[in-house]
């Protein structure tokens, strides 16, 4: 089963919100760019909210995501999985970025929206025990995953729920 390692963060000093996903996706990974895979909607709802849409170049729509103060990152430095679903991720073989470090170094984060219910999970399971005491005044918030597979909302539905969270940081 291939080992798929993922990306750095996209951050500045300034950030305010941290966005987690859970590992990227082989579309991502052979594209290196966050949320690659053209039916995932979470640069159609970026575009909506902070300009970051996603016929603009990838580098673009990252400067978008920290001019809003919106950092973007996976709750995994790596692991094993066949395909790209996040219920393929095998459990024994996961490693978790280094979130102590992440924090100390952007202080005025105080919200963390997971993508999806996996990343929440990972983050809560893997993260939170690193993390003790967790930082003051981090607020966590569960959102709908923006991916393809999960079906169940429509587009706007997902928006909604996306723009109530971030609704603080919008231009």
């Not at 290196?32 to 575009?47: K, L, S, T």
Request: glycine share 6%; aromatic share 8%; proline share 8%.
């Amino acid at each position: 089963m291939p080992l798929s390692v993922g990306f750095p963060p996209v951050a500045d000093s300034r950030a305010r919100v941290l966005v987690l996903g859970s590992l990227p996706g082989r579309r991502s990974l052979d594209a290196r760019e966050y949320y690659a895979q053209p039916h995932n909607a979470f640069w159609r709802i970026m575009g909506r909210l902070f300009g970051a849409e996603p016929l603009l170049p990838y580098e673009q729509r990252l400067e978008r995501l920290r001019a809003a103060r919106v950092a973007l990152w996976d709750v995994l430095a790596a692991g094993e999985r066949e395909g790209s679903l996040d219920a393929s991720i095998v459990p024994a073989s996961v490693v978790v970025n280094d979130f102590v470090s992440f924090f100390a170094g952007h202080p005025d984060i105080d919200l963390v929206c997971f993508n999806g219910r996996t990343a929440a999970e990972l983050y809560r399971r893997r993260v939170v025990p690193q993390l003790e005491p967790e930082p003051a005044g981090l607020t966590t918030r569960l959102l709908p995953s923006t991916s393809p597979a999960h079906a169940s909302l429509r587009f706007e539905q997902k928006l909604a729920r996306w723009a109530g969270a971030l609704e603080s940081l919008r231009v």
